[in-house]
């Protein structure tokens, strides 16, 4: 590796939630997933429910990323997301009563699309915490 670095920062509406260099990222776009490395050509691309991973000297860290704008330019990436979250502050219990939640409705098998669409939405969303969490290292089985 040449030793540069990505700065990284991820905005959502309440706060900065985090501003770190790093080697790489690794996202979530709403065709697919991707990454990045220093270098890279300027993008901007938009962001599906999923999460984001970013490396530093080996360390790998996750945060949810539910959407929102991923762009990179000069080694700056921005994420800018209505939702993101750092693997250490998912509230566990909240993201497993939301996929209970959500495949009841799914299970119901109702005629009204609207609602099913967001059954679908809403366990996609809580999976997402569910695995960062995860990867983080928290026990979400035991909540």
Known sequence: MSGKKLNLKVITP????????????YSTAVDGEFGVLPGHIPMTTT???GYTKYVNN?????????G????????NV???????????????TKANAEKQ??????????????????AQVSLAKALARL??????GIDINNM
């Open 131 to 136: 695995k960062v969490a995860m990867k983080t």
């Open 58 to 66: 080996k360390e790998e860290k996750y945060l949810t990323t539910l």
């Open 78 to 92: 921005t994420i800018l997301s209505d939702i993101a979250e750092l693997g250490e502050e998912i509230d566990v």
């Open 14 to 25: 309440l706060r900065i939630l985090l501003e770190t260099e790093c080697d790489e990222v």
């Open 101 to 118: 939640r959500a495949e009841a409705l799914l299970a119901e098998q109702t005629s009204d699309e609207a609602n099913y669409t967001v």
């Open 47 to 49: 962001l599906g429910v």
């Open 68 to 75: 929102g704008i991923f762009q990179i330019d000069n080694d």
